[in-house]
């Protein structure tokens, strides 16, 4: 064993037991240091002759590289193991709870509505909107309900207490720009002249006037629907004095009552997303359609659970017709060229039937944990291709 | 409207089934809200013979009978102090239920005496009132027979909820016309059903009865005939039982032809008590001031657009609605005065409403009764009385003139298809129209029935030749698809509040629907609302709210006085202002942001920078400019004074109002704060320009950006966003960005003094920025500073 061996096997040793990085330099500072035992050996090569050189370099250098190469893998080593300790250290309970993000909720009413919007469009309907704010002519007289007429009594309508005209800004807060909503521009019935009825506003106790105002407002062929929060002076088990409706209006050429039977269906089994969904006609009145049906739509039992689909049973779903030609006419159409259906259901009770909520009341409390029950999430935009239900 | 299925049969001659003529009734429009059969719980009831009595052994008040139910004698126990040998009376076996009590009756022994049965009290039965013995029935009541069976308390009622459109059918004669129509039957000559030899009114020799009509507005017909020397008492059998079935009260025969006449002609008249008149009675409008005091007990003001029938004395009669108590007929009543007017619907609509006051005749009149009607319903009005008073009639006084005149719709048969949706042949539409009493010309020039005062269109012909064909047969025909593109159906004010939604939703909202009126108190804690309703559900539900806050604060306050620790509620509605209703969101941030946790130790409260957060985030989501929106203060007296502010796009345009809410607003909802909130104002939101799908080419910065920061000293007042806007202002070439990363007051900061950290961010363009062109930068950035009393912090 030469010294060189020595020295290479001791080396090695220590490197091997150093136990800390700080040692491993000490370690490193003695071998490969400026005063390091193989940097003079590396200082001895110049004084040598080149045959002695040409043996001893290679095992010099050798002994070098041994050397930093084991000190590398120990550095390795040393450093893996303090990383390990580092993070042995920083333990946590992993089963701790994370913050929490608040579960928001679309409103049940909001959701259908946009499901409704979603399965018309399917059909070719766009929404329109009108004012709830309403007066007399478009709630009532040009959907052929004239004053005293004993339908405007079964309506239960509030009526408003003289205000202030529309259009003589009062504003509060928000800019003068054109409301987007109950557009201003056409709040007023353009017979003018009706005094009486300008006098005092209802608050509209259907989506109708809503036809009034499209059908004035555009030329046909007019596809809608128009929903919206409508009114009636009623609060029991099933009724609240605000409540949701959505009307649906077809105006064209050749439209007859078939039509309307095949979009009630088409909606329905598209909304219950059932192909059993049997309607049944029933002779109704209503002013503004002639002829009226009343819709009804069969359940049967299912779990228990009254349930859309097949003919056990029947219940009232919606009122519809063939648009009155008067109606038709007072709005400045033609009611020879023109002709077309109507129909208004109640989204409330459509959120229901589809969701099976049994009672109306809580949609207008405010509840959180009903929202949060009955709610929707915001990702559970209703589409064609991914399910109008949710 | 009540009938009952023998009351139609009176009517119409069929073998329908009660199943057949309900679904039919249901089919043809008159839509039948229930069927019930009073005999149906005293089938198991029996008529039956007492062959003997005998006192009960152990009992003074108890015999015990014999009796004969049609299966031999049988023993039963009886305490009825009428029950004696020989009587018939009614039975009810071991097993029948009481259905008065609902007690299952049963073999047992009665004070050590076997019963089988119990003999029947009226009240038992609940067919009548008579509890002071069992009942009696006539000699000839056959023994064996079921109860109801012989009382005949086996005529179903049947309710059918007639619409406003259908006067005719407020009479069971309509109703019946309309079942022949649908082929259930024929309908029967109506002087057969009253057994009369004509249906001509007939003059008697008493003198025609003074009456006139002063409103022919109000009242366009009086027609009265008088009959003297009449005897008044319970009215037969067969129209006292058949208006009991139907659930109104037998009160005098005089009175019960009225009434019965209403129900089964759709014809109300009204009988006055001759001797209680003084001179002529007259139809006129009522004088102000004028009262009634009507048969209901209660006393009506009248005004002038109300027609009366009044005499020299007194004003007997809200004309069409009901009649005057002073007037009215009773037991001894002798000479009286039949009245047959029509009265304008329109006219008794308004006064019905006004005064508040349903009545059988105000149904019928408003809906429109038969103006050719007046003669027949008159003639057989005074036939009734004469045949079941006695009496001797007068001359027949006919004041007035009834709107008659003819209506004739033309029509065209192929409507039913190309309206209705059904191809009827034109002979089956002839025999249809011909039934409900439509004349039809040759060429469909159709005359329309009296009694149908809502038909005056083709339309109206389409509807009812379908409803009588079955509205059910008509096919469903596919909408046309519309041509070309489908295009967005969703207004963009309509794509816009659905984006906000899901936005707020997905943000951990939670969207509420709250009413649209307020109480008077919650309108004024904001400010007050421009309209309110004149007739209000009630004081909380009244003014139309202004803003959408007051009801989500009302909701947060239910939600944390049931414990919720935190309540994020929003709604997105509309409020309503003096010149129109906006669109508007709201929302609402009470209690805990944060429950305590931990990591974070305890539970924050919310801030007006979480208002601001949301403020800013729905905007954005709404596609607000939100970079180029301002924060300015003002947003109203409802808000914190120092913690609140509105965003604008502009000096004018106020986009949302946001922060905390004044703890005075706060306790006029009950609630406890801090309470943060923001309204947006959707309504002021500009509209987005249309562009094509295509963006515009994206090229990235060759160079990377450059961060500065710089620490300002500024005057406490000083807002920051001026800082950072005049900051970023200072070179618009290189500065990209500017951004406040640090707010100090404390050490080092003089008193009335902030320290502001600002960060920018420079983009270099082609070439990299060198020490001089930062020094540059950095120099302008200090100067626009110092413009704003700023000074750069050591």
């Given at each position: 064993m030469t010294d060189l061996d020595q020295m290479k096997t001791d080396l090695l040793a220590a490197i091997d037991s150093a136990a800390t990085l700080d040692a491993l330099e000490a370690v490193r500072v003695s071998a490969l240091g400026k005063a390091g035992s193989v940097t003079a050996l590396l200082k001895t090569l110049g004084g040598m002759s080149p045959d002695e050189r040409q043996v001893q370099g290679p095992r010099i250098q050798g002994l070098r590289e041994a050397v930093t190469t084991a000190i590398a893998t120990r550095k390795a080593s040393l450093d893996r193991a303090e990383l390990d300790a580092r993070l042995a250290s920083e333990t946590l309970d992993m089963t701790l709870p994370a913050a929490a993000a608040p579960q928001g909720s679309v409103h049940p009413v909001s959701q259908v509505m946009d499901e409704l919007a979603e399965i018309f469009a399917d059909l070719g309907f766009a929404v329109a909107t009108g004012p709830e704010i309403e007066d007399q002519w478009h709630n009532f007289t040009a959907l052929n309900m004239p004053e005293s007429h004993p339908a405007r009594a079964m309506h239960d309508t509030f009526y408003l207490s003289p205000s202030p005209l529309r259009g003589e800004g009062r504003g509060e807060g928000a800019s003068a720009s054109v409301g987007v909503l109950g557009d201003p521009a056409q709040p007023l019935s353009p017979t003018l002249s009706l005094e009486g009825e300008r006098e005092m506003y209802v608050l509209r106790t259907h989506t109708s006037p809503v036809q009034i105002r499209t059908m004035m407002g555009q030329q046909p062929p007019i596809r809608i629907i128009a929903?919206?929060?409508?009114?009636?002076?009623?609060?029991d088990a099933t009724h609240t004095p605000m409540f949701h409706q959505i009307e649906g209006l077809v105006i064209d050429k050749g439209i007859t009552l078939g039509h309307l039977?095949?979009?009630?269906?088409?909606?329905?089994?598209?909304?219950?997303?059932?192909?059993?969904?049997?309607?049944?006609?029933?002779?109704?009145y209503f002013p503004f359609t002639e002829p009226s049906a009343e819709v009804d739509v069969g359940w049967t039992?299912?779990?228990?659970?009254?349930?859309?689909?097949?003919?056990?049973?029947?219940?009232?779903?919606?009122?519809?017709?063939m648009v009155h030609p008067r109606v038709i006419a007072a709005c400045g159409l033609d009611p020879n060229e023109w002709q077309g259906f109507a129909f208004g259901v109640g989204v409330d009770r459509l959120a229901m039937l589809k969701y099976g909520m049994d009672d109306l009341r809580p949609f207008f409390e405010g509840d959180a944990r009903w929202l949060k029950h009955y709610g929707f999430s915001a990702l559970d935009v209703p589409t064609l291709s991914q399910g109008v239900g949710a | 409207m009540k009938t009952t299925l023998g009351w139609l049969k009176e009517h119409i001659d069929t073998d329908a089934t009660l199943d057949t003529i309900v679904e039919t009734l249901t089919r043809i429009g008159l839509e039948v809200e229930g069927v019930e059969n009073p005999g149906a719980a005293l089938a198991a009831f029996k008529v039956a013979r007492v062959l003997s009595a005998a006192p009960h052994p152990q009992a003074d008040k108890l015999q015990v009978l014999s009796i004969d139910a049609g299966d031999g004698p049988l023993q039963v126990v009886c305490g009825a102090p009428n029950a004696r040998a020989g009587m018939l009376g009614v039975f009810g076996p071991a097993g029948a239920v009481v259905p008065s009590n609902g007690m299952v009756l049963k073999v047992a022994a009665i004070r050590?005496?076997?019963?089988?049965?119990?003999?029947?009290?009226?009240?038992?039965?609940?067919?009548?009132?008579?509890?002071?013995?069992i009942i009696e029935l006539p000699a000839d009541a056959p023994v064996g027979m079921a109860y109801p069976d012989y009382a005949a308390l086996n005529d179903p009622v049947i309710d059918i909820n007639v619409?406003?459109?259908?006067?005719?059918?407020?009479?069971?004669?309509?109703i019946a016309r309309d079942l022949a129509a649908a082929g259930l039957g024929t309908l029967k000559p109506l002087d057969a059903v009253y057994r009369m030899a004509t249906l001509d009114p007939v003059d008697g020799p008493d003198a025609a009865p003074q009456v006139r009509t002063d409103d022919p507005e109000g009242c366009p017909s009086f027609f009265a005939q008088a009959v003297s020397g009449v005897t008044n008492g319970p009215a037969p059998a067969w129209m006292s039982s058949k208006l009991a079935a139907i659930g109104q009260k037998p009160i005098s025969v005089l009175v019960d032809i009225t009434n019965f006449l209403s129900i089964d002609l759709g014809r109300p008249l009204h009988v006055y008590d001759r001797a209680k008149l003084f001179g002529p009675l007259v139809a006129r409008r009522a004088a102000v001031g004028e009262s009634v005091l009507a048969l209901n007990g209660k006393t009506y003001p009248l005004d002038p657009s109300m027609t009366v029938i009044a005499d020299d004395s007194a004003v007997h009669d809200i004309g069409g609605i009901m009649g005057g108590e002073h007037s009215s007929v009773s037991e001894s009543t002798t000479d009286v005065l039949i009245?047959?007017?029509?009265?304008?619907?329109?006219?008794?609509?308004?006064?019905?409403?006004?005064?508040?006051?349903?009545?059988?005749?105000?149904?019928?009149?408003?809906?429109?009764?038969d103006p050719a009607f007046l003669d027949t319903g008159l003639a057989i009005a005074t036939w009734l009385v004469t045949e079941h008073c006695g009496g001797t009639t007068s001359v027949i006084t006919r004041a007035g003139q009834p709107p008659l005149g003819d209506k004739v719709v033309v029509y065209e048969p192929n409507l039913a298809e190309t309206l209705g949706g059904l191809k009827i042949p034109h002979d089956r539409q002839l025999a249809i129209l011909e039934s409900l009493g439509f004349k039809v010309a040759f060429d469909w020039h159709v005359m329309v029935p009296t009694w149908r005062r809502d038909i005056d269109g083709p339309a109206d012909l389409v509807e009812e030749v379908i409803r009588i064909e079955g509205i059910d047969r008509v096919p469903a025909t596919p909408l046309p698809r519309t041509p070309g593109v489908a295009k967005p159906t969703a207004t963009p004010a309509q794509a816009l509040e659905s984006r906000v939604r899901r936005a707020a939703a997905a943000r951990g909202l939670n969207e509420a629907i709250t009413w649209s009126f307020l109480s008077d108190a919650q309108a004024a804690a904001i400010g007050g609302g421009a309209w309110s309703l004149a007739n209000p559900i009630s004081e909380e539900l009244k003014v139309m709210r202004p803003s959408l806050l007051p009801g989500l604060f009302a909701a947060a306050e239910r939600n944390m006085k049931r414990g919720a620790p935190g309540v994020r509620l929003f709604e997105l509605g509309r409020r309503y202002?003096?010149?129109?209703?906006?669109a508007t969101l709201g929302v609402v941030l009470a209690g805990e942001n944060r429950p305590r946790g931990w990591q974070d130790g305890k539970a924050t409260a919310f801030t007006a920078f979480d208002a601001k957060a949301e403020a800013l985030a729905l905007l954005a989501a709404a596609g607000a400019p939100v970079d180029n929106l301002q924060v300015m203060g003002e947003a109203g007296?409802?808000?914190?004074?120092?913690?609140?502010?509105?965003l604008r796009l502009g000096p004018k345009t106020v986009l949302a109002a946001f922060g905390m809410v004044h703890p005075l607003t706060l306790r006029a909802f009950d609630l406890d704060g801090p309470v943060a909130a923001v309204e947006l104002y959707l309504d002021a939101l500009p509209a987005k320009r249309a562009t094509s799908f295509a963006r515009a080419a994206y090229a990235p910065p060759v160079l990377q950006a450059v961060r500065r920061d710089f620490a300002f000293l500024v005057p406490e007042a000083l807002a920051a966003d001026t800082l950072v806007r005049a900051v970023k202002g200072a070179d618009k070439a290189s500065i990209v960005a500017a951004r406040l990363f640090d707010v100090f007051v404390g050490t080092g900061v003089e008193p009335g003094h902030k320290s502001l950290g600002v960060e920018i961010t420079l983009q270099p363009g082609e070439k990299s920025f060198t020490e001089a062109d930062l020094k540059a930068v950095a120099d302008k950035v200090v100067a626009a500073a110092t413009k704003l009393g700023a000074s750069l912090r050591g």
């Amino acid at each position: 064993m030469t010294d060189l061996d020595q020295m290479k096997t001791d080396l090695l040793a220590a490197i091997d037991s150093a136990a800390t990085l700080d040692a491993l330099e000490a370690v490193r500072v003695s071998a490969l240091g400026k005063a390091g035992s193989v940097t003079a050996l590396l200082k001895t090569l110049g004084g040598m002759s080149p045959d002695e050189r040409q043996v001893q370099g290679p095992r010099i250098q050798g002994l070098r590289e041994a050397v930093t190469t084991a000190i590398a893998t120990r550095k390795a080593s040393l450093d893996r193991a303090e990383l390990d300790a580092r993070l042995a250290s920083e333990t946590l309970d992993m089963t701790l709870p994370a913050a929490a993000a608040p579960q928001g909720s679309v409103h049940p009413v909001s959701q259908v509505m946009d499901e409704l919007a979603e399965i018309f469009a399917d059909l070719g309907f766009a929404v329109a909107t009108g004012p709830e704010i309403e007066d007399q002519w478009h709630n009532f007289t040009a959907l052929n309900m004239p004053e005293s007429h004993p339908a405007r009594a079964m309506h239960d309508t509030f009526y408003l207490s003289p205000s202030p005209l529309r259009g003589e800004g009062r504003g509060e807060g928000a800019s003068a720009s054109v409301g987007v909503l109950g557009d201003p521009a056409q709040p007023l019935s353009p017979t003018l002249s009706l005094e009486g009825e300008r006098e005092m506003y209802v608050l509209r106790t259907h989506t109708s006037p809503v036809q009034i105002r499209t059908m004035m407002g555009q030329q046909p062929p007019i596809r809608i629907i128009a929903p919206g929060r409508v009114y009636r002076s009623d609060w029991d088990a099933t009724h609240t004095p605000m409540f949701h409706q959505i009307e649906g209006l077809v105006i064209d050429k050749g439209i007859t009552l078939g039509h309307l039977k095949w979009t009630l269906e088409t909606f329905l089994k598209a909304f219950f997303e059932r192909d059993d969904i049997v309607l049944r006609l029933r002779p109704s009145y209503f002013p503004f359609t002639e002829p009226s049906a009343e819709v009804d739509v069969g359940w049967t039992m299912e779990k228990g659970r009254r349930t859309l689909g097949g003919s056990e049973g029947w219940m009232e779903l919606l009122g519809s017709g063939m648009v009155h030609p008067r109606v038709i006419a007072a709005c400045g159409l033609d009611p020879n060229e023109w002709q077309g259906f109507a129909f208004g259901v109640g989204v409330d009770r459509l959120a229901m039937l589809k969701y099976g909520m049994d009672d109306l009341r809580p949609f207008f409390e405010g509840d959180a944990r009903w929202l949060k029950h009955y709610g929707f999430s915001a990702l559970d935009v209703p589409t064609l291709s991914q399910g109008v239900g949710a | 409207m009540k009938t009952t299925l023998g009351w139609l049969k009176e009517h119409i001659d069929t073998d329908a089934t009660l199943d057949t003529i309900v679904e039919t009734l249901t089919r043809i429009g008159l839509e039948v809200e229930g069927v019930e059969n009073p005999g149906a719980a005293l089938a198991a009831f029996k008529v039956a013979r007492v062959l003997s009595a005998a006192p009960h052994p152990q009992a003074d008040k108890l015999q015990v009978l014999s009796i004969d139910a049609g299966d031999g004698p049988l023993q039963v126990v009886c305490g009825a102090p009428n029950a004696r040998a020989g009587m018939l009376g009614v039975f009810g076996p071991a097993g029948a239920v009481v259905p008065s009590n609902g007690m299952v009756l049963k073999v047992a022994a009665i004070r050590g005496v076997e019963s089988n049965g119990m003999m029947c009290s009226a009240r038992e039965l609940e067919v009548g009132e008579g509890h002071d013995g069992i009942i009696e029935l006539p000699a000839d009541a056959p023994v064996g027979m079921a109860y109801p069976d012989y009382a005949a308390l086996n005529d179903p009622v049947i309710d059918i909820n007639v619409l406003p459109n259908r006067p005719d059918c407020m009479g069971v004669r309509g109703i019946a016309r309309d079942l022949a129509a649908a082929g259930l039957g024929t309908l029967k000559p109506l002087d057969a059903v009253y057994r009369m030899a004509t249906l001509d009114p007939v003059d008697g020799p008493d003198a025609a009865p003074q009456v006139r009509t002063d409103d022919p507005e109000g009242c366009p017909s009086f027609f009265a005939q008088a009959v003297s020397g009449v005897t008044n008492g319970p009215a037969p059998a067969w129209m006292s039982s058949k208006l009991a079935a139907i659930g109104q009260k037998p009160i005098s025969v005089l009175v019960d032809i009225t009434n019965f006449l209403s129900i089964d002609l759709g014809r109300p008249l009204h009988v006055y008590d001759r001797a209680k008149l003084f001179g002529p009675l007259v139809a006129r409008r009522a004088a102000v001031g004028e009262s009634v005091l009507a048969l209901n007990g209660k006393t009506y003001p009248l005004d002038p657009s109300m027609t009366v029938i009044a005499d020299d004395s007194a004003v007997h009669d809200i004309g069409g609605i009901m009649g005057g108590e002073h007037s009215s007929v009773s037991e001894s009543t002798t000479d009286v005065l039949i009245e047959c007017a029509f009265f304008d619907p329109d006219h008794i609509a308004r006064a019905g409403q006004k005064l508040a006051l349903t009545s059988d005749a105000r149904q019928r009149f408003e809906r429109g009764v038969d103006p050719a009607f007046l003669d027949t319903g008159l003639a057989i009005a005074t036939w009734l009385v004469t045949e079941h008073c006695g009496g001797t009639t007068s001359v027949i006084t006919r004041a007035g003139q009834p709107p008659l005149g003819d209506k004739v719709v033309v029509y065209e048969p192929n409507l039913a298809e190309t309206l209705g949706g059904l191809k009827i042949p034109h002979d089956r539409q002839l025999a249809i129209l011909e039934s409900l009493g439509f004349k039809v010309a040759f060429d469909w020039h159709v005359m329309v029935p009296t009694w149908r005062r809502d038909i005056d269109g083709p339309a109206d012909l389409v509807e009812e030749v379908i409803r009588i064909e079955g509205i059910d047969r008509v096919p469903a025909t596919p909408l046309p698809r519309t041509p070309g593109v489908a295009k967005p159906t969703a207004t963009p004010a309509q794509a816009l509040e659905s984006r906000v939604r899901r936005a707020a939703a997905a943000r951990g909202l939670n969207e509420a629907i709250t009413w649209s009126f307020l109480s008077d108190a919650q309108a004024a804690a904001i400010g007050g609302g421009a309209w309110s309703l004149a007739n209000p559900i009630s004081e909380e539900l009244k003014v139309m709210r202004p803003s959408l806050l007051p009801g989500l604060f009302a909701a947060a306050e239910r939600n944390m006085k049931r414990g919720a620790p935190g309540v994020r509620l929003f709604e997105l509605g509309r409020r309503y202002l003096a010149e129109g209703e906006r669109a508007t969101l709201g929302v609402v941030l009470a209690g805990e942001n944060r429950p305590r946790g931990w990591q974070d130790g305890k539970a924050t409260a919310f801030t007006a920078f979480d208002a601001k957060a949301e403020a800013l985030a729905l905007l954005a989501a709404a596609g607000a400019p939100v970079d180029n929106l301002q924060v300015m203060g003002e947003a109203g007296n409802a808000w914190h004074p120092g913690q609140s502010g509105t965003l604008r796009l502009g000096p004018k345009t106020v986009l949302a109002a946001f922060g905390m809410v004044h703890p005075l607003t706060l306790r006029a909802f009950d609630l406890d704060g801090p309470v943060a909130a923001v309204e947006l104002y959707l309504d002021a939101l500009p509209a987005k320009r249309a562009t094509s799908f295509a963006r515009a080419a994206y090229a990235p910065p060759v160079l990377q950006a450059v961060r500065r920061d710089f620490a300002f000293l500024v005057p406490e007042a000083l807002a920051a966003d001026t800082l950072v806007r005049a900051v970023k202002g200072a070179d618009k070439a290189s500065i990209v960005a500017a951004r406040l990363f640090d707010v100090f007051v404390g050490t080092g900061v003089e008193p009335g003094h902030k320290s502001l950290g600002v960060e920018i961010t420079l983009q270099p363009g082609e070439k990299s920025f060198t020490e001089a062109d930062l020094k540059a930068v950095a120099d302008k950035v200090v100067a626009a500073a110092t413009k704003l009393g700023a000074s750069l912090r050591g």
